[in-house]
Nanobody, 118 residues
């Protein structure tokens, strides 16, 4: 199983980034997926997750209304559209194959860095 994140980088506060997670070696369309993040000195936390068919999503309160998780099962790819980025959003963002609502991650990607300048 390989999950490869891309799209991270440096953006000004208030700006936007779109992260992608390309999956291989996994039955992508049968797996719920999620985005987590970990800032220095902090625990890894759930950002958003999405069911296998994309029909249900859930978000951390801190990103509701700003971030949107989506997926394209025909491309084995998940996305995280991040708008209105704030100084508290910088972290390494990880994608994972998850068990929806259970807080269980079966596979992790390597992460992509998001930095927000004020």
């Amino acid at each position: 199983v390989e999950l490869v994140e891309s799209g991270g980088g440096l953006v000004q506060a208030g700006g936007a980034l779109r992260l992608s997670c390309a999956a291989s070696g996994i039955s992508f369309s049968f797996n719920a997926m999620g985005w987590y993040r970990q800032a220095p000195g902090k625990q890894r936390e759930l950002v958003a997750e999405i069911t296998s068919d994309g029909g249900s999503t859930r978000y951390a309160n801190s990103v509701k209304g700003r971030f949107t998780i989506s997926r394209d099962n025909s491309k084995n790819t998940m996305y995280l559209q991040m708008n209105s980025l704030k100084p508290e959003d910088p972290a390494i963002y990880y994608c994972g194959a998850v068990q929806y609502r259970l807080g269980i991650v079966n596979y992790w990607g390597q992460g992509t860095q998001v930095t927000v300048s004020s």
